[in-house]
C-alpha cells in the first residue's frame, strides 16, 4: 500500500477543514432570518417613541450591517486557515511565515529559489484576497505638499464663490452674503476694490476674459457687470508657513473666526453701481458666468432656469428651461460655446450653442440628491459634485454612467478643476477640502491644524494655475478666504 506523503496529508485536512467551514457557512446563513426575527421581537418588548416603520428600517439596516461584518470574519477565518495550510508546506523545507508579518507585508529571507518563490506567492494572494477589505482605508505613499499661504479676511458675512481674474493684474474676487464682492491682491491680502450695487446676497463672482470687468450674481434676482480698476500694492515679505499633508486637525470653536468688524475693506476703492443689470429671472440668480470670447453671459437661478444674454445690449437672447426644480450652478467651456447646468433635481444639463440654428441639450442622470456644481475639464469631460456625498467625472461622448465615481464622507460644493495637472478640489460640509486626481485617488487633504483651514462650511475652491505664490483659493462661512501653495509630486503626476 502506497505510503502517503506529508504535503497530500497536509492537503487533506486543510480541504476538510475547509468542508467544515463551508457548512457552517451555510448554518449561518439559514439562521440569520432566525436571529434578525428574534432580536425584532425583543426591541418589540421594549419601550420606544419611535413609529414601528421607523424601526423596522433600523432594524433591518443594522442586520445588513451585522451580517456584512459577519462576512468579512469569516472571510479573514478562511485566510487564516489558507495561511496555516501553506506553512505546514514550508515547514517542511524548514521556514514558517507569520500571518501578522504577512500583514505588514514582511517576510523572511528564504533559504531556496523554490521556497522564495512560493512565499512571494503566498504574499501576493493575502494582498489580493483582502484588498477589498482594506481598499478604502488605503492612502497614498508620495502625498501632494499643501501650504497656507495668505488669509483674505474682510467680509461681514459667508463667502459663497471665489474667483481668479485671467487678466493682467491678477487679483482675487470674492462674493459674499454680506451683499458685497470684493477684489483682494493675492500677494499682500489687501483689499483693493469694493462692489456695493447689490441689494442681496452676492452669490458668485467671475472675472471677464480680456477685460478689467466682473459678473456677479444675486440674490435680488439680478446679475450685474461691472467695471474696476485697480493697482497692486508692494508685496510685502509673507510669514514663513510650515509645509503640512494635512493629515492632523484640531477643533476650534466659532469664537476663534476672524472678526469681521475689524477689516481692512472700509477703506478700499468702491464701485457703487453697474455697467449693465440683466435682470430677466423671476427668483434668486445662484450663479453666473461668461461665454467663450466674453460677448455673452449666462445665468442660473432659483426659477428653474438658465438665461443667456448679450452682454451689450443687455437682451435675453435664450431662456434655457428643463430642470425640474432650483439651479444651482452654471458653467461655460473655456473654449467652446458649451453650458453646462445644475440643480437640485439631482440632475445636470449640457446645453449646445456652437450651431446657431441648433441648441440641444443632454442630460445626465448619475447623482440621488442635488447637484451643487458641474464644470468642464481637459477634453470632453465633465467633473459633477453633489450633495450625496459623490463626485463624479463623466465623457460628454457617453453620459449613460460616469468613468470615474469618488465616494466622500460629507456633501460636496461648488468644485474646480485644476486643467494642467488634472486635480480636482473638493470643498465639504464638514470644512474639509480634499485632492484627487481624475481618476478618483485622493492626493491630500488641505490642513486643518496648528490653527490653520476653514472653520466652518466651504463653499467653494478656485484654481490659478499660473500664479506663482497661491495656486488654489478656497472660501467658506467662516467669512475668509484662504490662499494656498498645493505642490504636486512628479511621481503623483505620472498616476
Not at 142 to 154: H, T
Not at 359 to 371: E, K, L, R
Request: glycine share 6%.
Amino acid at each position: 500500500m502506497p505510503i502517503e506523503s506529508g504535503s497530500c496529508a497536509s492537503a487533506r485536512q486543510a480541504k476538510q477543514k475547509r468542508k467544515s467551514h463551508s457548512l457552517s457557512i451555510r448554518r449561518t446563513n439559514s439562521s440569520e432570518q432566525e436571529r434578525a426575527g428574534l432580536q425584532r421581537d425583543m426591541l418589540e418588548g421594549q419601550e420606544s417613541k419611535l413609529p414601528s416603520s421607523v424601526r423596522n428600517t433600523l432594524l433591518e439596516l443594522f442586520g445588513q450591517i451585522e451580517r456584512e461584518f459577519e462576512n468579512l470574519y469569516i472571510e479573514n477565518l478562511e485566510l487564516r486557515r489558507e495561511i496555516d495550510t501553506l506553512n505546514e508546506r514550508l515547514a517542511a523545507e524548514g521556514q514558517t511565515i507569520d500571518g501578522a508579518e504577512l500583514s505588514k507585508g514582511q517576510l523572511k529571507t528564504k533559504a531556496s529559489h523554490s521556497t522564495s518563490q512560493l512565499s512571494q506567492k503566498l504574499k501576493t494572494t493575502y494582498k489580493a484576497s483582502t484588498s477589498k477589505i482594506v481598499s478604502s482605508f488605503k492612502t497614498t505613499t508620495s502625498r501632494a505638499i499643501c501650504q497656507l499661504v495668505k488669509e483674505y479676511v474682510g467680509h461681514r458675512d459667508g463667502i459663497w464663490d471665489v474667483s481668479v481674474a485671467k487678466t493682467q493684474p491678477v487679483v482675487l474676487g470674492t462674493a459674499s452674503a454680506d451683499h458685497t464682492a470684493l477684489l483682494w491682491s493675492i500677494e499682500t491680502g489687501k483689499c483693493l476694490a469694493k462692489y456695493v450695487g447689490h441689494v442681496g446676497s452676492v452669490n458668485s463672482i467671475k472675472f471677464h476674459p480680456t477685460e478689467q470687468v466682473a459678473l456677479t450674481a444675486s440674490g435680488d434676482q439680478t446679475a450685474h457687470i461691472w467695471r474696476y480698476i485697480v493697482q497692486l500694492p508692494t508685496p510685502q515679505p509673507t510669514a514663513d508657513c510650515n509645509q503640512m499633508s494635512g493629515e492632523d486637525e484640531v477643533e476650534v470653536s466659532d469664537k476663534d473666526e476672524p472678526d469681521g468688524d475689524g477689516d481692512g475693506s472700509s477703506d478700499c476703492p468702491t464701485v457703487r453701481g453697474p455697467l449693465t443689470s440683466l435682470k430677466s429671472h423671476q427668483g434668486v440668480v445662484i450663479a453666473a458666468d461668461w461665454l467663450v470670447g466674453g460677448k455673452q453671459a449666462v445665468t442660473a437661478s432659483w426659477d428653474r432656469t438658465a438665461n443667456l444674454y448679450d452682454v451689450e445690449t443687455s437682451e435675453l437672447v435664450h431662456s434655457l428651461t428643463g430642470h425640474d426644480q432650483e439651479l444651482t450652478h452654471c458653467c461655460t467651456h473655456p473654449t467652446q460655446r458649451l453650458v453646462v447646468t445644475s440643480s437640485r433635481d439631482t440632475t445636470f444639463r449640457l446645453w449646445d450653442f456652437r450651431d446657431p440654428s441648433i441648441h440641444s441639450v443632454n442630460v445626465f442622470q448619475g447623482h440621488t440628491d442635488t447637484v451643487t456644481s458641474a464644470v468642464f475639464t481637459v477634453g470632453d469631460n465633465v467633473v459633477s459634485g453633489s450633495d450625496d456625498r459623490t463626485v463624479k467625472v463623466w465623457d460628454l461622448k457617453n453620459m449613460r454612467s460616469p468613468i470615474a465615481t469618488i465616494r466622500t464622507d460629507s456633501a460636496v460644493n461648488r468644485i474646480n478643476v485644476c486643467v494642467g495637472q488634472r486635480i480636482i478640489a473638493l470643498p465639504h460640509d464638514n470644512r474639509q477640502v480634499r485632492l484627487f486626481d481624475m481618476s478618483g485617488v485622493r492626493l491630500a487633504r488641505l490642513p486643518r491644524s496648528n490653527r490653520q483651514g476653514h472653520r466652518r462650511m466651504v463653499c467653494c475652491s478656485a484654481w490659478s494655475e499660473d500664479h506663482p505664490i497661491c495656486n488654489l483659493f478656497t472660501c467658506g462661512f467662516d467669512r475668509q478666504a484662504i490662499g494656498w501653495n498645493i505642490n504636486i509630486p512628479a511621481l503623483l503626476q505620472e498616476k
